[in-house]
């Protein structure tokens, strides 16, 4: 089983539905990111959060550290948010750790005009 | 500021060649990462620096890949000979100290060995 389980695997939406991402993990972590990769492109990063909820324009991310799980949502969504979801992970330095990122497998997202 | 630099963006080779890919990270970040993006699984860690220092290389394929960071600052990855399972996305990104305070990503070089 993965540490980092994302779901669903693929969505298709149409232009304007309300998209839910979870991900859920099993490993400690000081902080939970959410990405966005578009085809052929590089990463970029949306939110990285430890507790509570954060916005930016239309997208929001929640995390429950008791659950471990996390939710990234998208309002009113559009064809240009068409991209792979990544959640990741952070497992932060000490204990012999090195402080690295664990990835979940991506989501990827069409949105439909 | 200036983001993570690649290059090259795509590179396509034959198997058994070698192949080269350069990152400049962000001025100041101490770490730097290379991660191996298989199409449709997230990235896989294949070398962490701290500086110029190798902390974290445990899944690099040391029989082929070797990678460097001689100054602290811009890095190289390299593969010889490539296999066809090479085939990637090889994404370097940079944080200020071991992931603290976030992450930025380049991006990428995809490569495809035939």
């Known amino acids: 089983k993965n540490e980092v389980e994302q779901s669903p695997q693929n969505l298709t939406a149409q232009e304007g539905e309300f998209i839910t991402i979870n991900c859920s993990y099993s490993?400690?972590?000081?902080?939970l990111h959410w990405l966005q990769q578009h085809p052929g492109g590089g990463i970029v990063s949306l939110f990285m959060?430890?507790?509570g909820k954060k916005k930016h324009g239309r997208l929001i991310a929640t995390i429950n550290i008791q659950e471990k799980h996390s939710s990234l949502h998208i309002t009113a969504s559009h064809p240009r948010d068409s991209a792979v979801y990544i959640c990741a992970v952070f497992d932060p330095p000490g204990s012999g750790n090195t402080g690295k990122l664990i990835f979940g497998q991506g989501t990827t997202l069409q949105v439909k005009p | 500021e200036a983001g993570v630099a690649q290059s090259p963006r795509y590179k396509i080779i034959e198997k058994r060649q070698s192949v080269a890919f350069w990152c400049n990270p962000i001025?100041?970040?101490?770490?730097l990462y290379w991660y191996q993006q298989i199409l449709g699984q997230g990235p896989k860690l294949l070398i962490q620096?701290?500086?110029?220092?190798?902390?974290?290389d445990s899944q690099l394929p040391k029989d082929r890949f070797s990678a460097e960071r001689l100054k602290g600052v811009d890095s190289t990855l390299k593969i010889q000979p490539a296999k066809l399972e090479d085939s990637a996305m090889y994404l370097c990104?940079?944080?200020?100290?071991?992931?603290?305070?976030?992450?930025?990503f380049g991006s990428g070089t995809r490569l495809t060995v035939v």
């Open positions: 959060l430890s507790s």
């Open positions: 990104a940079s944080s200020h100290d071991r992931g603290r305070g976030g992450y930025t």
């Open positions: 001025s100041g970040h101490a770490t």
């Open positions: 620096f701290q500086n110029n220092g190798v902390v974290d």
């Open positions: 490993v400690g972590i000081s902080a």
